[in-house]
């Protein structure tokens, strides 16, 4: 057996996700209604193919969550959990993330894209929707457990049901049905100004305190929200830099992620961030996170260290785990994009001291106007 993930992910508008899409970095998020549609299991919809969708009792805040990976079904669960179910699960890739928090955290998993048997068991559900909402300083409410294992597809199963929250749940997962999907058909104009009012909406929302910042990174959303909330000066400055510099910036805030976490001697670690810097092909097996993770887990010397999230969301970021996503963003071909996630993956990294992430930069790269 191995640990994959042990910690708090935050629930968002009470789920988080799993996703081994190839297309995951566009962010597009499964509809709940495909995600359960066939299943009589309420609380972890596996329907949609490469995409989990993880329903919480807990509206807002930090679960506790705990995954394995078994070589065969694990030993039925103790009493002390108060709801089972089980659904199958077949990775895309090879790159199997949790996302928390509608996608703004990322954790790379130790799957391989290989059928699984994904047992879910929680605890605390009842207690966690009467809360609705925990502060990362209060004591955890809702604990999940996620047991994988190697095993053909097969329907979906709940094997123990004691909640309110759960017993609702799977009653409403067996209601449902596929969702008709119109056919497409061209906006008229006044149906395409209202959709571009209702994303500005959204949008203007995203970047309170403060207003929209400058189109490039207005359109990006994501990871520039968090870097313009964090300093918005300096988030404007890498977006007027030329590509050079902003690839540049990439490189070395990779790195700095890298440092951060302990990572970026180690033998088998540092000739991936020389290639980064040569634009050179990552070494094995590096084209793989989740193998990569699975190395750092094997590796002895590398001790694992947390820190609590910078933006608060969190009181226990795995710093080794956070870091690894900075060479996939450093390579990305948008480079302001590669700019702005990498640097804030670093801050992720940094946890309380992510300042020292925006200063360091700063002087490492002194033209820039700010």
Request: charged share 25%; hydrophobic share 45%; net charge negative.
């Amino acid at each position: 057996m191995r640990v994959i993930f042990d910690g708090e992910v935050r629930a968002d508008h009470g789920h988080f996700f799993l996703d081994s899409r190839p297309e995951q970095a566009s962010g597009d998020v499964v509809d709940l209604s495909d995600a359960f549609v066939g299943q009589c299991s309420g609380l972890c919809g596996a329907a949609f193919p490469g995409f989990l969708y993880v329903r919480t009792g807990l509206r807002f805040g930090g679960v506790g969550l705990r995954m394995e990976r078994h070589e065969a079904a694990p030993a039925a669960p103790g009493a002390g959990w108060e709801e089972v179910a089980e659904v199958s699960f077949e990775p895309r890739s090879d790159d199997t993330v949790l996302l928390a928090g509608d996608g703004e955290e990322a954790w790379p998993l130790a799957l391989g894209a290989v059928p699984y048997r994904v047992r879910h068991c929680v605890t605390g559900m009842d207690a966690g929707n009467a809360a609705d909402q925990r502060s990362p300083e209060e004591p955890l409410i809702e604990r999940w457990l996620m047991q994988w294992w190697p095993a053909p597809a097969a329907p979906d199963a709940v094997l123990r049901q004691t909640s309110d929250v759960a017993t609702w749940s799977h009653r409403w997962a067996g209601e449902q049905r596929p969702l008709p999907r119109p056919a497409t058909r061209p906006l008229s104009e006044a149906q395409a100004w209202e959709v571009e009012r209702k994303r500005s909406e959204r949008s203007n929302l995203l970047w309170r305190g403060g207003g929209r910042p400058g189109e490039p990174l207005a359109r990006m959303e994501g990871a520039a929200v968090d870097l313009v909330r964090a300093d918005r000066q300096f988030a404007e400055a890498v977006a007027a830099a030329d590509a050079a510099t902003q690839q540049a910036i990439a490189r070395w805030a990779a790195r700095l992620a890298f440092t951060a976490a302990g990572l970026a001697e180690v033998d088998w670690i540092a000739p991936a961030l020389a290639a980064l810097d040569r634009g050179d092909e990552f070494p094995p097996p590096f084209p793989h996170r989740h193998l990569i993770w699975e190395r750092i887990l094997d590796d002895a010397r590398i001790r694992h260290t947390s820190v609590p999230a910078w933006n608060g969301h969190s009181p226990d970021i795995v710093q080794q785990q956070a870091a690894l996503p900075a060479l996939r963003q450093a390579r990305g071909e948008d480079a302001l994009r590669a700019a702005v996630e990498t640097l804030v993956t670093a801050m992720a990294v940094s946890g309380p001291t992510y300042r020292t992430v925006l200063t360091s930069t700063r002087r490492a790269f002194p033209h820039l106007t700010t």
